[in-house]
């Protein structure tokens, strides 16, 4: 069984072929031209899927050395996310279904990043712990099965990648905040500055990144800091280079924490041994090592997708695009774009 995959929820677009269960291609083109504009642009996201959709998914079957007569399904995403952006990426795909006379599938955004961690050797067992963490999403689940999940713990407020990203806008630094932060934090001091860990009440599964960020930008305040310069006082360029490694660790490290100490939590509570993480913010160095390093402390078996498959991409949602055709749940050709759609 052959399954096309396309992705077009945020900035990315991107497309993938499954057969069987295994990934045979995965195409994606990001959106870069966002970074001038601090953030994306609705409008303008949903213009650049319509001139790259065709080109990505012609590429992912010619990588998959298949032509669009071989497919048996074709997967697209209709929700979470911005609904002018999913609108090109489900209807072509519903329209490419009709057109080929094969079923199609719609698919959850959030419930392809958790099953991203089934599109490579070695896979957790079910049940397991899943930590998504995207610019939309900080959420705790356990997945007791592909298609039955547990919400144990949201974000209240702010998404771990958003907080990043707001971050990063505050130091001046660039979009998306993320790799900026992470590449800044390598090199920084991560007890340059104590900033709180927000933990909430004792025990809680539950997110809040809103206030570590106006921490950050009291702090920023405080010392007198311009975004708009990034200036200290009088720091020369390697002072301001030391200055923000030493922000972007201490804010990171209050992150990581958090995000880590909850995981595992979630998982010694659960009785569960296996933990994954993905959405974009698993890409971080310090998030991806200090999860293997809390694996190893409590004996659990950490999974984290390679980086491609951690941001938005074509392969998760051919994956569940398959596994879902494998169980008779193909979509009516009706679906429409879900912007708020939650996993259930
Ligand atoms: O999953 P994703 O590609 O798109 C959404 O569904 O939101 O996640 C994008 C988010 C952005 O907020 C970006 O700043 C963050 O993931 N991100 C990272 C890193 N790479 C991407 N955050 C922290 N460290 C990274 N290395
Ligand atoms: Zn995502």
Do not use: W
């Not at 057969?19 to 504009?37: E, I, P």
């Not at 497919?71 to 080929?100: H, Q, R, T």
């Not at 007198?224 to 009088?234: D, H, I, P, Y």
């Amino acid at each position: 069984m052959t399954v096309l995959g396309i992705e077009t929820s945020c900035d990315e677009t991107s497309a993938a072929i499954v057969r069987d269960g295994k990934l045979l291609s995965n195409v994606t083109a990001t959106q870069f031209f966002h970074a001038k504009y601090g953030g994306v642009v609705p409008e303008l996201a949903s213009r650049a899927h319509q001139q790259r959709i065709v080109p990505i998914v012609q590429e992912a079957l010619s990588q998959a050395d298949l032509t669009k007569a071989e497919l048996d399904g074709v997967a697209a995403v209709y929700g979470p996310g911005l609904v002018g952006s999913i609108l090109v990426g489900l209807s072509f795909g519903k329209a490419m279904a009709l057109g080929l006379g094969v079923p199609f599938i719609g698919v959850n955004h959030m419930e392809a990043h958790i099953l991203s961690n089934l599109i490579e050797e070695p896979q957790p067992d079910f049940p397991f712990i899943n930590l998504t963490v995207s610019g939309g999403h900080t959420q705790l689940v356990l997945v007791k099965n592909p298609f039955d999940y547990q919400i144990l713990g949201e974000t209240k407020d702010d998404a771990a990648g958003e907080a990043f990203d707001k971050v990063a806008k505050m130091l001046g630094i660039g979009y998306p905040g993320g790799p900026l932060i992470d590449r800044y934090a390598s090199r920084g001091n991560r007890s340059f500055v104590k900033f709180p860990r927000p933990y909430l009440e004792e025990g809680s599964l539950e997110f809040s990144f809103s206030g570590l960020k106006t921490s950050v930008l009291y702090y920023l305040k405080r010392i007198g800091f311009n975004s708009a310069q990034r200036k200290v006082m009088e720091l020369n360029p390697e002072g301001l280079d030391e200055f923000l490694s030493d922000i972007c660790a201490s804010f990171q490290a209050a992150v990581v924490d958090v995000l880590v100490d909850k995981t595992t939590l979630a998982a010694r509570r659960f009785g569960v041994r296996d933990v994954a993480i993905a959405g974009g913010v698993a890409a971080n160095t310090e998030l991806r090592e200090r999860m293997r390093q809390a694996g190893e402390y409590f004996g659990l078996r950490i999974f984290i997708p390679k980086f491609d498959y951690c941001t938005d991409n074509g392969a998760m949602v051919a994956m569940v695009g398959f596994l879902k055709m494998q169980k008779g749940r193909t979509s009516s050709l009706e679906l429409t774009a879900e912007p708020s759609l939650e996993l259930t």
